[in-house]
């Protein structure tokens, strides 16, 4: 298995903790996230909201969890000027950011997209893969 | 750089130690001349020493704003005159945010403790002059700052007082157009200072306490700490801030009281109160 790839059962264990914490964090009820919600769109989330849901994650989780660590993995191996242009996710840039947020339904990635829009996609199972991740590279190092 | 600068919103007058550990200790004496030094501006002594390793730590390029506080809890007055120890465990820290615990001590009385706090780090340019704060970060770590620069607190006050048998309180904050703290706070962006929110919130509470309760001050609640600070969006110069707290009934003896202030419809930041008597918060702390 590559760190790209996650499993339904991986995702359903992480889920319920995650939801609670994001409840928290955002105030809602946990019944109110759901794995497919947009996080803005749907929960009202604001750019506060990501830095307190992080935050809590790595409480509850116990991992640690780089600042900025979503927009960075999803640029994958391109540069920064391969991925955006001017503010504008560039076609090999969203083609990229489609593969990184599988989770994500085709029909939400506008084009253009302004990278300031890119945290619109995500999602809380964005957050469980975030986690995950965090979870693997916490085992690895410790090997 | 005005008569102002680094006085009336400065909050540490000397680094006395700071280190590759990320913990960052300093002072700041509470002027004399003062009645009275509110602990929401010991909160802030804490969180711009904080601010200082942060700003060092990425050459003065961003500077972190108040966001998000888990947990500050009052364990005693600082006086005018003492000298407050003050102490930030910096968690993490990098171009993207901060995320610190710290606390402030009179020689070996604690006064407020503050955990599991972040702020986003945003562009300096955008509030302030990178070398100017660099050129101070020196002074702070060398000779100091002169001490009791602060000639008077800000004049922060909720006005129009308004309780139902609910347990709501609501107030309006004014926020003036003009004032000495905005020249530290921000010199190129005003922004009117999360702790004085929370000063005026906590303000607002006790003022209630008061004029609801008739016992006596040891059976009084009183605020002992501020949980689950976030800060929304900016206050600036100018804007009418509608602050509301809620759950303020008679009955147990500790309590959790939301807080919460908005500008328009738009809600600005939240938290949550925790009061208890005197006697009941002498006995959480033994």
Known sequence: MTQSDFTAEEIAGIFPKLAETMAEALGCETEDITLTASLIDDLDAESIDFLDIVFRLEKTFKVKIPRGKILEDSRGSLSESEFEQNGVVTSAGLEQLKAYLSEVPAERFKSPLNVADVPRLFTPETFCKLVIRAQRDQAESTQ | VTAHRFSAFSFVDRITSIGDSGIIQGTFRIPAHLDWFPQSLVAEAIGQLAAWYAMSHIDFAGRPVAALAGQTRYFSDGLP???????????????????????????????????????????????????????????????GAKESRLIQLPAILPLHLEADARGIVESDLIIPDQADFFHDHFPKKPVFPATLLMHALSSMLTEQINRSDRGSESSRPAITAIRRVKVRSWIAPGDRVRLRAEGLVPEAATKEIKLSARVGDKLVASAVAELATKAVALEGRR
Do not use: H, N, W
């Open chain 2, 81 to 143: 005159g003492e000298l407050l120890s003050l102490e930030a465990r910096i968690d993490s820290c990098d171009t993207d945010s901060v995320s610190y615990s710290g606390s402030a001590c009179v020689d070996e009385r604690l006064v407020l403790e503050l955990k599991d706090c972040s702020g986003a780090m945003l562009p300096q340019e955008e509030f302030d002059d990178p070398r100017c704060l660099e050129q101070q970060f020196q002074l702070l770590k060398t000779i």
